[in-house]
Each structure stands twice: as structure tokens, then as C-alpha cells.
């Protein structure tokens, strides 16, 4: 499958047309952002970690019932995927207390929650993401009652998919945020999974294994986003 010119380019990938027009290829940076573009700056080998991860982690999903736009890996750092159209909601699902809800209640960071808490953020740069309800949502006609209630539906049973799979190699999988996207006539998961957008801290010692240690300016970014790549796929073959 042959790149075509660039359609988008985010934060931490560039979205380039194919020769099929229901496919696109996603391509995963180095680029890192933080703190809503604030934070700027490149982990050396984070494209090709996360494009791992997020394949391994959407094939998982796939295999319990959750409909994506993955279709396969087709190189170090790009995927072949279905062409979405984006609802622009991010659902934020929380199963220990850490970041903006800490910030935003004056909670203290690993508390954990008896039952997920489902966020819904406005997809919007320039008014830097802001929390919305279901009621802004549906006014604003972002997406439609039975396409938001499938999409929390969906996050709530990746989280426990997710949950028993990190569990399995010593992750306790904080929080994370989910992009779903409309194709044809049905909602997909989209975008990535990946230490990117999920927070993942080590059992027993809650060391910190996502890009919180590039926001933080905690060290050893580089190494911890190729630790997770083997912890989750495995060592290079």
C-alpha cells in the first residue's frame, strides 16, 4: 500500500490517502507535546513503540468484540486504518485518581476509584480541550444520544479488557483516552492506544511508564517507552 499525499498532520501523526479511498495510512512521530502544545519536544523511537503497542493493542481488542479502524501494521511506524471521520469527543476513562481531576477536585493522586470515571473533552485545540457533559454534547449536536451511549458503553469494556491485560505484565493502567470515529454506518475505535494516551504506572512501585515522564521532566523517557514496547509485544525478533 502506497503513501499518497498528507490528508492531516497532528501532534503525533500524520494521516496520508492510499490508492483505496476507504483507507488511509497512519504515521507515528517523534514529536511530543504537552500541556496542550505547550511542552514541545521528540522521544527518539516513540513512533516506532507506539505504532507496536497500538497494533498489538487494538488486534487485542478486536479479538474481544470491540470494532476499530486497525487493519493491519505495514511498517516500523505506520499503519494501514479505515478512514474515520472523527466525532470530536476524546472519553477519558479514570480507575485511579492523578493529573486534571486531581487539579480540577483537589483530590490527592492514587486514589482509587471503587467504579471507572467516564469524561468526555471537547476535541478542540484552540479552546484546549474543555470538559463537556452529555448535555453539550447532544446540544451542540456532536453526536447523537445512542452514538454517545454506545461510545461509553465501548470504553468501559476496553477498560476492563485493558485492565486484565496490563495487569497480566505488572501495569496498573491509571487512565486513558479513547478517540472512536464514524465509517460508513457504524462508530470505531480510532486513533491509538499507547503510552501516549493511556497513563500506566508499575505495581508495587507506581513508577511512572507513559509520557508523564516527558510532562514532568521525570528522565528516562526514551528507555521507558521502549520498555513498555517489550513488555507489551515482546523483544525484537
Sequence with gaps: MQKGKALYEGKAKIIYETDDPTLVIQHFKDD???????????????????TAISSMLFELLEKNGIPTHFIRKI??????????????????????????????????????????????????DALNDPLMNDDHILALEIAKADELSGMKQIAL?????????????????????????RYQDRILLADEISPDTCRLW??????????????????DVESTYEEMRRRIVGEKK
Design 32 to 50: 511530543a507535546t504537552a500541556f496542550n502544545g505547550i511542552k514541545k519536544g521528540k522521544i527518539v523511537g516513540k513512533g516506532v513503540a507506539n
Design 75 to 124: 511498517s516500523d511506524d505506520d499503519m494501514l486504518v479505515k478512514k474515520v471521520r472523527i466525532v470530536p469527543v476524546e472519553l477519558v476513562v479514570r480507575n485511579i485518581s492523578t493529573g486534571s481531576l486531581c487539579k480540577r477536585y483537589g483530590v490527592k493522586e492514587g486514589l482509587v476509584f471503587k467504579s471507572p470515571i467516564v469524561e468526555c473533552y471537547f476535541k478542540n
Design 157 to 181: 469494556k476496553i477498560n476492563e479488557i485493558l485492565k486484565v491485560f496490563f495487569d497480566s505484565i505488572g501495569v496498573n493502567l491509571v487512565d486513558f483516552k479513547l478517540e472512536f470515529g
Design 202 to 219: 508499575e505495581k508495587g512501585t507506581n513508577r511512572k511508564l507513559d509520557k508523564d515522564r516527558f510532562r514532568q521532566d521525570l528522565g
